[in-house]
């Protein structure tokens, strides 16, 4: 199948013939992608924020109300201070202002990073909490994405460079089966097995009780109880990016460019890569947006396995608790996270694609 | 164009010798497999032009491959030899060579140039790293600048500007493309250019030219050619020798202006009338009926009786075999006599 | 379509998913046949390993897995119906409907695709579900289905606009055909192979997606699927108490399907790509024997060849 990028024209002709003008008119136009794409992810993150602002208050109820009651209950009885009313009300909608009105207070909170106070935990600011579990998160699901990534396009290479020979017959159906398991259950799975069993990992947690954070012996503890969940969602995610890739290799080196570097003489390390693997790997970042959101979803779910204290868990744990305001920014920092994931990927597919960097 | 420099190539050397050469495309387990080409067997002369000629699934796409070992997927050589003749060297069989050792012959002996230079020019790689990559392959010492110098010189002779060697291949027009592709392919001074229908995909202006400019550089650097395309008359513009295919055999070879003048075979005959010439007065076209064969299916004695006008009796069951006929050679009921038909294939076929 | 049978992989997958869908029409008569109730609690068997009275064992409230495991299978697969059946309707009308209106429609439809394609969407269905409170498996799957459309219609956006190009089309468009018919009668038949790929995906999509939800606890209380199952095993902690026949079956049965479907679109994929279907292994163990064979003759094979 053929997927033509997000944001890039179709199909750029061949440019007319050489000429003073012409040339100047396309180095003004390299720009132009550029610029047309950053619009397009300030867009996506307008309508992110907005959504934000939107959701709650389109729901049947009045989470506003909801969360004041709930404050009640978790601060057994204490009086908030007025402030705090206000902040719950500007965030999640209050019925006597005008909407417009609370939208330009929301974005004037956001603007200075106030989400408000945790109902779960009050009365800790959600910025607090989010700052503890955010680099867990980031380091959790970047790392994974990172490996599966690199492994599952090195590995479906080597599988679609020589099809149907034993290492395709072996690891296409393998990355069949793996793509198509809950992360959540792989996760459990491995818990019980190498945690449980063997022994081998922790069952649970980010890091060791034991040792005083940022001591030497903390960083290992973070490695040994990151290995799990890390290997977890590379196990799950990769044989997508492997199937994609094996896939398109299998289409390109029977491109003519290919036979010509090979009828060229040039060694198999060279055709394998220059001409076959670097065009073959152009359409993975196209459908990079589709996997990133996979690994997100698996990623939550795999940090709520391992009670990891990232972000997810906490969102989890939000939900559960029903602590709105936490729920809310945990959410938009996930899906500003995405977009900003997606927008390097796009940079990079245009980066390694010269067909699109000049849009006529 | 119109001085011919047909006779300034030395002419006495041979350059390749294909024999009984043989092409399958293997089907799976139970069906047996399609053969695309059966028992070749030429010569090739240094500096000479070999047109072959055909319609569209008759072998002459199968050929290309198999002589320049770039076979895709089902496609395997089952039987037959091509002995490439080098300076100073005993000749190989490019059929059983290894890879290894067929990756030197590549390119500075061996070069392609393929039907659609879009399709065959890297996408992602600039022009002029297309050339280095090869001219550093082949040799050894050459430096990165020396080598973009280099490229520049080959698309100079082919009328492109240098400069365009820092375009990527979708910056340039598509004659442009075709034109570099052939530079690309006398990079490494090849004795053999393997041209794939290069002038089917630019327009009749373009495609004179570039002929032309085959035939210039041919003069220049005495390659031989091996030229394949459907279109006979444009064979007959540019070719010293033309072979013509029907299903997977050649039904007639011999020198292109006997060729045109006296074809012998009746479907050369029929190649012929149904193209106009590129450089001659207009005169009515006759087109042949019926439709190329089935190769999984062939009929029966020689494949192209059900669509001859002048089949007769041992043509449905008897396979007509390639015999000397006047300067060439022809694969006709019509032309052999009685026995001839059992004989064995002769070795020898150059003019 | 006679290829289509032709393919071990269709067959086999297409042979799974039929197994899966009597198992949702039929699992609870099936239960009954076996005298078996996923709500009906065994006090004398809590938490044990599979035996002759329980196939599967029982979890530690003393219900039959298997039985949970068939009664789950319709709670899982109706949830993939509505959510594939809404997401298809969606993308269709946003890919191929949105091309064919052309202008600021196509411009709007197109942004919104992308849109929702970079948004995470596991998280936004977490957090709509979390503001609505639970709700029904309706509510799940239409959840689900609506935020499930936009890769399935950037893939027929494209082919739509390919096809909107093709001489048919075009030679309709220009004898005046109203656009409802070129919509329904010349181009949608023409994407009834994308469409019903792209359908099986996402029923398969929402099956892990409720299974996810279902997970965190976003579910009806009363609802059984296989991701009901393994969240309640989760928080009965059978995991370390060693109960593995209570979560490894409902995953199992997830991962399944998800196996059918891969195995149907990829072979889709060999039919719809000669270039894939020549890298079958039968046919490469085929070619590498003839190959051989002619090296293998008797001439020198490894020939020196000087600089």
């Known amino acids: 199948m053929t997927e033509s990028s997000l944001l890039i024209a179709d199909e750029p002709g061949a440019l007319p013939a050489p000429g003073s003008a012409a040339r100047r008119g396309r180095r003004a136009s390299r720009w132009l992608p550029l610029l047309r794409r950053t619009g397009f992810y300030l867009a996506a993150a307008w309508a992110a924020i907005t959504a934000n602002f939107l959701i709650p208050r389109l729901m049947p109820g009045d989470p506003a109300e909801a969360i004041l009651r709930q404050f009640q209950k978790t601060s057994g009885g204490e009086q908030l201070p007025p402030g705090a009313i206000d902040n719950i009300r500007a965030l999640f909608g209050d019925p006597k202002t005008n909407l417009f009105q609370q939208y330009l207070d929301y974005l004037g909170n956001l603007a200075h990073l106030d989400f408000g106070v945790s109902v779960s935990r009050f009365p800790v600011p959600v910025s607090d909490l989010i700052a503890t579990g955010l680099p867990w998160t980031l380091m959790l699901a970047g790392v994974a994405t990172l490996l599966a990534f690199v492994i599952g396009v090195v590995l479906g290479i080597v599988t679609g460079w020589r099809p149907g020979r034993l290492t395709d017959s072996v690891l296409t159906p393998l990355a069949m089966f793996t793509t198509s398991v809950p992360y959540f259950w792989v996760a459990l799975l491995a818990v019980w097995v190498l945690a449980f069993h063997l022994h081998w990992f922790p069952l649970s947690g980010g890091y060791s009780p034991d040792e005083a954070p940022g001591s030497f012996g903390y960083l290992l503890s973070v490695l040994h109880y990151g290995i799990l969940p890390v290997a977890t969602i590379v196990f799950a995610s990769a044989g997508s990016w492997l199937m994609g890739m094996r896939n398109m290799t299998v289409t390109t080196i029977s491109e003519d460019y290919v036979q010509l570097g090979r009828a060229k003489g040039l060694s198999t390390w060279r055709v394998m890569t220059r001409y076959g693997a670097r065009n073959a790997i152009l359409p993975s970042f196209t459908s990079f947006a589709l996997a990133l959101g996979h690994v997100v979803g698996g990623s939550l779910l795999t940090e709520m396995v391992f009670s990891y204290p990232g972000i997810g868990f906490l969102l989890f744990d939000a939900i559960d608790k029903r602590d709105y305001p936490l729920m809310q920014a945990v959410f938009l920092l996930i899906t500003l996270a995405t977009l900003f994931a997606n927008f390097v990927a796009d940079s990079v597919y245009s980066l390694l694609d010269p067909r699109t960097r000049e849009v006529s | 164009m119109n001085d011919s420099p047909r006779n300034d190539a030395p002419r006495d050397e041979v350059l390749l010798e294909v024999r009984n050469l043989t092409v399958e495309y293997v089907q799976p387990a139970p069906e047996p497999g399609v053969v695309a080409c059966r028992d070749l067997t030429f010569d090739l002369h240094r500096g000479e032009i070999l047109g072959v000629a055909g319609e569209s699934g008759c072998g002459k796409s199968s050929l290309i491959t198999a002589l320049t070992r770039l076979q895709r997927m089902p496609a395997v050589t089952t039987d037959g030899e091509i002995w490439l003749h080098r300076d100073g060297g005993p000749p190989v069989d490019l059929v059983r060579l290894s890879e290894r050792a067929l990756r030197r012959l590549r390119w500075s002996e061996i070069a392609i140039v393929m039907q659609s230079a879009m399709d065959a020019l890297n996408p992602v790689m600039r022009l002029g790293a297309q050339f280095a990559d090869a001219l550093r392959e082949h040799h050894r010492g050459m430096n990165k600048k020396a080598a973009w110098a280099r490229a520049a010189e080959l698309v100079a002779m082919v009328g492109i500007s240098p400069d365009r060697l820092r375009a990527y291949p979708h910056e340039l027009s598509g004659g442009m493309r075709q034109r570099a592709s052939i530079a690309l392919a006398l990079a490494c001074e090849p004795a053999l250019v393997v041209m794939d229908e290069p002038t089917t995909a630019v327009d009749v202006v373009m495609q004179r030219q570039i002929l032309s400019q085959v035939l210039h550089m041919r003069a220049r650097l005495g390659f031989a050619v091996v030229f394949v395309t459907h279109d006979l008359s444009l064979l007959l513009e540019l070719a010293d020798r033309i072979a013509i295919m029907y299903a997977g055999r050649v039904v007639e070879m011999g020198a292109a202006r006997d060729l045109y003048s006296d074809p012998q075979h009746p479907y050369t005959r029929g190649l012929r009338d149904s193209f106009p010439p590129l450089f001659a007065p207009r005169q009515e076209l006759h087109g042949i009926p019926g439709s190329p064969p089935s190769l999984t299916n062939p009929p029966p004695g020689c494949a192209f009786h059900p669509r001859c006008a002048r089949r007769f009796e041992p043509c449905d069951d008897r396979t007509p075999l390639l015999m000397p006929r006047g300067g060439g050679h022809v694969a006709c009921h019509l032309h052999s006599t009685a026995g001839n038909d059992a004989g064995p294939v002769p070795k020898e076929m150059s003019l | 379509m006679k290829n289509f049978a032709h393919s071990w992989k269709v067959r086999v997958g297409l042979g799974l998913l039929a197994v899966y869908g009597l198992l949702a029409l039929f699992g609870p008569a099936l239960n009954s046949l076996l005298g078996l109730d996923p709500r009906a609690i065994d006090y004398g068997a809590t938490g044990q390993p599979p035996s002759a009275a329980h196939w599967l064992g029982t979890t530690t409230g003393g219900e039959d897995v298997l039985a949970q495991v068939l009664a789950g299978t319709r709670g899982s697969v109706v949830v993939g119906l509505i959510a594939g059946i809404l997401s298809t309707a969606i993308a269709v009308l946003v890919g191929v409907i949105g091309t064919f209106a052309g202008g600021k429609a196509d411009a709007c439809t197109t942004f919104l695709t992308n849109l929702f394609l970079v948004l995470p969407v596991f998280p936004l269905i977490l957090v709509v579900a979390g503001y609505l409170q639970g ?173």
């Open chain 3, 135 to 307: 709700g029904g498996v309706l509510m799940i799957g239409l959840l689900i289905g609506f935020f499930g459309w936009p890769g399935g219609a950037r893939t027929l956006r494209a082919q739509t606009l390919s096809l909107r190009n093709r001489d048919f089309i075009v030679a309709m468009r220009m004898l005046g055909e109203r656009r409802w018919r070129l919509v329904f009668v010349e181009t949608m038949p023409h994407l009834a192979g994308w469409t019903s790929a792209m359908f099986l995906h996402a029923v398969v999509g929402a099956v892990l997606a409720e299974a996810g939800l279902a997970f965190l606890g976003i579910t009806s209380p009363d609802a059984v699927s296989w991701g009901t199952m393994i969240q309640q095993a989760n928080q009965q902690s059978a995991l370390l108490r060693g109960l593995w026949w209570w979560f490894v079956p409902p995953g199992a049965c997830i991962a399944l399907l998800g196996l059918a479907a891969g195995l149907v679109n990829f072979g889709i994929d060999e039919i719809a790509n000669p270039r894939l279907k020549a890298a079958r292994r039968s046919l490469v163990k085929q070619v590498d024997k003839r190959a051989r064979t002619i090296a293998a003759r008797p001439e020198p094979v490894e020939q020196e060849i000087p600089r």
